[in-house]
C-alpha cells in the first residue's frame, strides 16, 4: 500500500483502484493530478499484481481477496480524518460495488470508470468452449490478450507501456469463470450499493467492457445523486486517452461539488 501527500493542505482523500492485469504505476500522472489539487491518495496493487507477479505468472487470485485488499485501501484512507472518495476502474470498479456494498465505511463518493459487468472482449477459447469445462479444467491458462492499444488511442502511452513488465493478462480457466460469476451478481444488483454520490464514466469506443451494462448498473441503484459521462471516442483507459485533462477536470468537479454540500470550503 502507498499514500501520497497532498502539495498543500489536504481537502479529502482519494482512493483509487485499478483495473485487473495492472498496476500503480500506471496511475502516476493521475496520482500527481489529485496531489497538486491538494487531495491526499492511496493506492496499493491487487494481490497478485504489479511488482508482485513474477515473469510468466498466471492470474489465479482469490477475488475475496482482492475485496480485501480494497476494504484495507479504505480503511488506510479513513484515517486521516478527511473526506475519502473511490475512484476505481474496470474490474477495481466492480470490487469497490461489491465492497461499499458489504462495509459501512462512510465513503463521500465514488466514481466508477469502465466497470466491467459485461466484457466485450474476451480470451478466444472461452467462446468455443463447453459449457462448464473450466469446472473439469479449472487449471487451463487462458490469454485474455487485451493489449495497451486496445486500451487507450494515446500514442504516449502506447510507447511507454507497450513493454510494461507487469503488466500480465494470463489467467486459469478457473479464475476467469469465476469473473464472469463476479460481474454477472454485480450487474443483478445481488449486493446492495449504498446511496451515496456516484458519477460513472466509460468510452464511447471501449472495447473492452459493455458501456450500456454501465449505464443500465447505475439507473438501477437507489441514489438521490448521480452522473453518467460518455466520453466522445473515449477507449476503455479513460486517465490515460489524449482527453484525460478534461477528464480530470469533470471527475475533480464532481468531488469538489460534493466537498460543498458537505459544508467544505472548496476554491
Known amino acids: 500500500m502507498w499514500k501520497w501527500q497532498a502539495v498543500g493542505q489536504a481537502k479529502a482523500v482519494i482512493v483509487l483502484i485499478h483495473n485487473a492485469y495492472e498496476h500503480h504505476l500506471r496511475y502516476a500522472w ?8 491538494d487531495f491526499h491518495v492511496v493506492m496499493g496493487d ?19 481477496d482482492y475485496e480485501e485488499s480494497v476494504r484495507m485501501s479504505i480503511k488506510i484512507a479513513m484515517e486521516h480524518e478527511l473526506p ?19 462495509y459501512s465505511a462512510s465513503i463521500a463518493g465514488a466514481v466508477f470508470t469502465s466497470p466491467w459487468l459485461r466484457l466485450l472482449k474476451t480470451p478466444a477459447p472461452v467462446s468455443n468452449s463447453l459449457p462448464g469445462l473450466h469446472k473439469l479444467m479449472s487449471n487451463i491458462k487462458l490469454d485474455h490478450d487485451i493489449q495497451i492499444r486496445n486500451l487507450t488511442r494515446n500514442i504516449e502511452v502506447m510507447m511507454v507501456e507497450n ?10 480457466s478457473g479464475w476467469y469463470a469465476e469473473l464472469q460469476a463476479y460481474m454477472k451478481q454485480t450487474e443483478l444488483g445481488k449486493t446492495r450499493f449504498p446511496d451515496i454520490p456516484t458519477f460513472v464514466q ?14 443500465l448498473w447505475l439507473k438501477q441503484q437507489n441514489l438521490r445523486e448521480f452522473s453518467y459521462k460518455e466520453w ?18 469533470s471527475t475533480h468537479l464532481f468531488v469538489k461539488n460534493i466537498m460543498r454540500s458537505l459544508g467544505y470550503l472548496v476554491e
Not at 491487487?46 to 475475496?64: C, R
Not at 466509460?202 to 449505464?215: L, S, V, Y
Open 232 to 249: 466522445k471516442n473515449g477507449y476503455h483507459d479513460l486517465f490515460q486517452e489524449p482527453e484525460r485533462e478534461d477528464i480530470f477536470i
Open 202 to 215: 466509460t468510452g464511447e469506443h471501449d472495447q473492452i467492457a459493455d458501456k450500456e451494462a454501465a449505464k
Open 163 to 172: 513493454d510494461d513488465p507487469y503488466y500480465q493478462t494470463m489467467v486459469t
Open 30 to 37: 493521475q496520482i500527481e493530478q489529485w496531489r497538486s489539487a
Open 84 to 102: 475519502v472518495f473511490v475512484i476505481a476502474h474496470g474490474l477495481g470498479a466492480t470490487l469497490a460495488m461489491n465492497v461499499l456494498g458489504k
Open 46 to 64: 491487487l494481490p497478485g499484481h504489479g511488482e508482485k507477479i513474477s515473469k510468466g505468472a498466471i492470474h489465479d487470485e482469490a477475488f475475496n
